[in-house]
């Protein structure tokens, strides 16, 4: 079987067999089960940029193009209170980057800085994951519906006021999705009437096969937090044919419905047992770069450069590069750490 995406010798860690007067390779490949993996083009090459509490500058997005990334995606976030039903978004209690005002701000600045921005606002109902929200009366899902289209349509608008590259229609809204089918329905033409960009919908690594609108969309999306490997310590071949299943069973969808699939999220920590559950984000005391690298890499292995496949947005990306990842923090960071090396030079030679 013949595969067209990329795996990246990590040179660093590989000592080099060339004459000092010899050029490094500058499109590496290796072999994978016989396969020889090359080097090809993905489009989109994306950090998930956290949205704080200060004006962002220059110096916050240079470390991103120095790692090669060509886009971001900024995250406005609107809530849902305990025992309520309507969306509250552009509060005084929230980060000015989760703002219309902050969203506005690092557009402009990624804009300025040569980035392409997809617009993704993030819903998050206080006190439960967001794929768990759903409502008892026909009454309360009006509610929440009505106020939902308002925060969606507000960051629409922005989105295409400032030619933002993409937009995000919803966040792992699992129950949502599968319960009210038809608001969507509804929601996808009012967001085309104010946004007239590609749009896309981030559903969760476990439930994309229940979207019902994917043929609505521009792209499938996926936040891409799939089991590929049971082992403490997985190597790059573990998790690169732990990928196998899930890479088949999302080419057949893609094939399906003739839509291109993005990553809208991806990552994995640098943990053990990195590979069991990604989306883990519970406290674990190990730390363990090596397993991290191996995830990524088999990662970009499998996918990158697929012709189905438009890239994705790692998880995530701190605007104070300086203070963030690093030997002593273990979340899904790559900033600082080892990994940080191998996506930079994929990255670049994927552009």
């Not at 994917?214 to 998790?239: H, M, R």
Request: hydrophobic letters at 35%.
């Amino acid at each position: 079987m013949k595969f067209y995406s990329l795996l990246i010798v990590f040179l660093l860690l590989v000592p080099s067999c060339q004459d000092d007067d010899e050029t490094l390779n500058t499109n590496p490949f290796t072999t994978i089960d016989g396969t020889e993996i090359h080097l090809t083009q993905t489009p989109i090459n994306g950090v998930s940029f956290e949205n704080v509490n200060f004006e962002v500058d220059d110096s916050h997005v240079n470390p991103i193009k120095s790692v090669n990334a060509s886009w971001i995606t900024t995250m406005p976030f609107g809530f849902v209170r305990p025992d309520q039903d309507s969306v509250i978004y552009n509060s005084q209690f929230q980060w000015v980057g989760e703002t219309t005002e902050g969203v506005i701000d690092i557009i402009n600045l990624c804009h300025d800085n040569d980035l392409e921005v997809m617009l993704k606002p993030h819903l998050w109902p206080m006190g439960q994951w967001i794929g768990d929200l759903a409502f008892d009366t026909e009454e309360e899902w009006q509610t929440f519906e009505n106020s939902y289209t308002d925060y969606i349509l507000e960051f629409a608008e922005i989105a295409d006021s400032l030619d933002a590259s993409a937009f995000c229609i919803g966040v792992e809204m699992k129950k949502v999705v599968v319960q009210r089918p038809s608001f969507w329905d509804v929601l996808i033409p009012k967001i085309r009437a104010v946004y007239s960009g590609p749009i896309t919908y981030a559903a969760n690594w476990d439930n994309y096969h229940n979207v019902t609108f994917w043929d609505q969309l521009d792209y499938i999306g996926i936040d891409a937090y799939f089991p590929v490997s049971e082992l403490k310590n997985p190597t790059v071949e573990d998790c690169y044919n732990g990928w196998l299943p899930h890479f088949n069973e999302i080419k057949n969808l893609s094939n399906t419905v003739n839509k291109k699939v993005i990553f809208t999220e991806y990552g994995y920590r640098n943990v053990d047992f990195t590979g069991r559950e990604p989306w883990d984000e519970n406290d674990n005391t190990t730390f363990n770069e090596q397993a991290q690298h191996n995830a990524y890499e088999a990662t970009f292995a499998r996918f990158w450069g697929e012709e189905w496949f438009e890239g994705g947005f790692l998880w995530k990306w701190h605007p104070v590069h300086e203070n963030a990842g690093g030997a002593d923090n273990n979340r899904f960071t790559p900033q600082n750490k080892s990994v940080e090396s191998l996506i930079t030079q994929v990255f670049e030679e994927t552009n």
